[in-house]
């Protein structure tokens, strides 16, 4: 730390955290939810983003490049972060809104704020989350000072938000890896704006919708648009454009906001703006074509098992605990312990109850593990008997992909053993998705020595699992399920309608500058 930040000098600047992807179609997170990931106030966040903690990844890679741009006032609010779930408790939001004013009060006059925002949040009864909390922060701080927010690349921009902002840095890459350079790029931003620099927004919606998995930005049509933002962006002094953010949406928040977005940040220049907004959002639309979800059925992904030559990783996609999933659906544990498919490892299936029944048995014991006991609309209940093979708190530091240098939780866990197939299970407390190595290894599993992985994750696991399983021993496979990639399964209620691909004769109106 420079002695500027020991010594109180430097621009003062207001920090503060909302992240929670909101699935309208599951249950709403509630308190405790957000309690068991990530709930901070004050101080206290400082000293946890300058070192390893459960913060969002945003923040220490926001206090590392203040702290290398100079002397500054760290004035820490409140960070809160929760799994993808339903939408915020009502109590919960009304909290949080609280906790930010009264705290953003108290700090006095501040030179700027930076938000860590998820971007597709809502809370029952608000749809609109984020440009309430910037209005808020901007009718607290006045029209003068600069407030820029990072979001997730599956966020949901309203123009209401973004006429709140001075700017908007969302995501590039997806599996979400650069989270730390993107808060680094709004550090940039707010010294800019320090320094006298007017920054201005064009903002676009367009009605698509694309399914999850194919906002990859290692190949594809949302590859390229993301390479393409990125190459517009100009360096101070070489031109207007200082920031391009093509968020992809969040389609199962079903809000009226929903959509992909492109958000352009200038120098005093909105015309150059506006023009690199259209430039890029005609872009969008003329390949919205090319967003093809390629995914494959239980029984195929059970036959491909069956002959492989060599390791295969599927993916539950369509019961991902990172997009709001229950991480509890049984379709394709049901289907590989039916099948005695030899060699198989299936993780995180989160069930608190097995969990608990395996801690209260012990290492060898067998018992009858019952999965979702009370099934829900998507949670079929399965029993298998079962082994406990190894016992854990859960509790680990993330080394590679979304979770690399990061604490994490999935709650009291057990690695247990299928008899009858000889399947392995790591049955977690909390829903989280398999997106990180750690989370099967702290089980002793060697993952370089599995034949076939089940993991309950939507994309991010690919950053995790990429040095086991190349691109051409992955399969992405659907099944009934609240992250499920087929669109047309979801009964949709506030989407705005008519969008692609749901509705494949969507019409885009330009805005009226164009």
Not at 36 to 60: D, F, K, N, T, Y
Not at 106 to 129: E, K, L
Not at 150 to 158: A, G, I, P, Q, R
Not at 350 to 374: C, D, I, T, Y
Request: hydrophobic share 45%.
């Amino acid at each position: 730390m420079q002695e500027g930040n020991l010594s109180g000098s430097g621009p003062r600047v207001a920090i503060l955290g909302f992240h929670l992807e909101a699935n309208a179609f599951a249950p709403p997170s509630e308190k405790a939810d957000f309690l068991a990931q990530c709930w901070e106030e004050g101080e206290v966040i400082s000293e946890l983003a300058r070192g390893i903690s459960h913060l969002p990844a945003e923040l220490p890679g926001f206090y590392a490049r203040m702290d290398d741009l100079g002397p500054w006032t760290p004035l820490p609010l409140i960070v809160v972060a929760a799994p993808p779930g339903g939408p915020a408790a009502a109590g919960v939001w009304r909290e949080f809104l609280a906790q930010v004013e009264s705290r953003l009060r108290a700090a006095g006059p501040v030179d700027g704020v930076y938000i860590a925002n998820h971007g597709a949040s809502s809370a029952v009864g608000v749809d609109d989350t984020e440009a309430q909390l910037a209005g808020l922060i901007r009718s607290v701080v006045g029209p003068g000072v600069p407030v820029i927010a990072t979001h997730d690349l599956h966020c949901n921009v309203s123009g209401e938000t973004v006429a709140k902002l001075d700017a908007l840095v969302s995501y590039r890459t997806n599996p979400h890896v650069d989270q730390r350079e993107r808060a680094a790029d709004a550090a940039d931003l707010l010294h800019e704006a320090f320094a006298g620099e007017r920054l201005v927004t064009a903002h676009i919606r367009l009605p698509i919708t694309p399914p999850s998995i194919a906002l990859s930005t290692h190949s594809g049509p949302y590859a390229d648009v993301v390479k393409r933002a990125a190459e517009m962006i100009q360096a101070k002094g070489q031109g207007p454009i200082a920031m391009v953010s093509a968020a992809a949406g969040f389609v199962f928040a079903d809000l009226p906001k929903c959509g992909m977005t492109v958000t352009v940040t200038a120098r005093g220049d909105l015309a150059a703006a506006r023009r690199a907004a259209l430039d890029l959002a005609r872009e969008i639309w003329k390949d919205r074509r090319r967003y093809i979800a390629n995914t494959i059925d239980v029984a195929k992904a059970v036959e491909l098992a069956a002959n492989a030559e060599q390791p295969l990783l599927f993916a539950d996609v369509a019961d991902n605990p990172g997009g709001g999933g229950g991480g509890n659906t049984t379709w394709l544990l049901e289907a590989f312990d039916r099948a005695r498919i030899p060699g198989v490892t299936l993780g995180v299936f989160v069930s608190p109850e097995v969990a608990a029944q395996a801690h209260r048995l012990g290492v060898g014991k067998e018992f009858q593990a019952v999965f979702n006991a009370q099934p829900g609309d998507y949670a079929r209940r399965y029993e298998a008997r079962a082994r406990v093979l190894r016992l854990s708190d859960g509790n680990g530091v993330g080394r590679r992909g979304i979770l690399r240098g990061r604490k994490f939780s999935l709650g009291a866990s057990a690695l247990i053993e299928l008899c009858d197939s000889g399947m392995q299970v790591v049955v977690g407390s909390l829903r989280r998705q398999l997106a990180e190595p750690v989370m099967l290894e702290m089980h002793g599993l060697d993952i370089s020595r599995l034949r076939i992985l089940i993991v309950k994750s939507r994309g991010h696991y690919r950053a995790g699992f990429d040095e086991f399983f190349p691109n051409e021993r992955i399969h992405d496979v659907d099944s009934p399920g609240l992250t499920t990639p087929s669109l047309s399964q979801i009964d949709f209620k506030r989407l705005p309608r008519p969008f692609w691909p749901l509705d494949p004769d969507t019409v885009w109106t330009e805005p009226e500058w164009a």
